[in-house]
């Protein structure tokens, strides 16, 4: 048994009250909120009015994915929105360190995403400031891509980096069943569920979980 959390961005936009109840229920780890600027990635999601009628009725944690230049920036913004976790890319990010800290500060949970092009390596010295790391196994900006099979290499590099550290492992992109029973074997624990796993068309959602 995996643990997986739903990427809204998937979700029917019509019936967003209602999938998030269903996973509510169905004891998902977070609900994974995409959240694109059009700059860092070549994409728009997730507006911050959405956002947040999105946290005022949904009882799981809410993990902020960030994809989107100075970071920094928004702290102030998604605290007061009411997200958990505040993931910002290691390739937008100015300063990790301070920003670790002032997500801290807010009582959110610092996390980081890793394009698949950058180093695990890059994170040795972030690892103590962080509560979860996710890898990107797709190009990060559009659902629906390919998983990388490197990935695999890449969250048994990080897991070993990360030993004697509470930190989580999230793997983003592409993941169907048999993908994420992998993850799982190499160190992961959580991957992001979207098209190939609880949204696919043909079923409902707690047929897909």
């Known amino acids: 048994m995996y643990h997986i959390a739903p990427t809204m961005l998937c979700a029917d936009l019509f019936q967003m009250r209602e999938s998030m109840d269903v996973l509510d229920k169905l004891g998902i780890d977070w609900f994974h ?3 694109m600027d059009g700059n860092f990635v070549p994409n728009f999601a997730f507006g911050t009015d959405f956002l947040r009628q999105m946290t005022a009725v949904g009882k799981s944690p809410f993990y902020l994915h960030l994809m989107a230049v100075r970071p920094e920036d928004y702290v102030d913004l998604y605290a ?7 993931c910002f890319h290691y390739e937008a990010a100015k300063n990790p360190f301070r920003l670790c800290r002032q ?11 890793l394009n698949p092009a950058t180093p695990i390596s890059a994170l040795q010295d972030l690892i103590p400031y962080l509560e979860a790391v996710t890898l990107m196994s797709v ?5 629906g891509q390919s998983f990388m099979d490197f990935t695999y290499r890449r969250i048994s590099e990080l897991r070993k980096m990360a030993k004697g550290h509470k930190l ?5 992109g592409g993941v169907d069943n048999d993908i994420a029973k992998k993850c799982m074997d190499a160190g992961c624990d959580v991957v992001v569920g979207g098209y190939f796993t609880i949204f696919q068309k043909k079923k409902s959602i707690e047929d897909n979980s």
Not at 80 to 86: K, S, T, W
Not at 168 to 172: K, N, S, W, Y
């Open 80 to 86: 007061e929105i009411g997200v958990g976790y505040y």
């Open 103 to 113: 997500i801290r500060a807010l009582g959110m949970k610092p996390a980081i995403a």
């Open 168 to 172: 989580l492992i999230e793997v983003d």
């Open 33 to 35: 909120i995409d959240v």
């Open 139 to 143: 190009e990060p900006g559009f659902s």
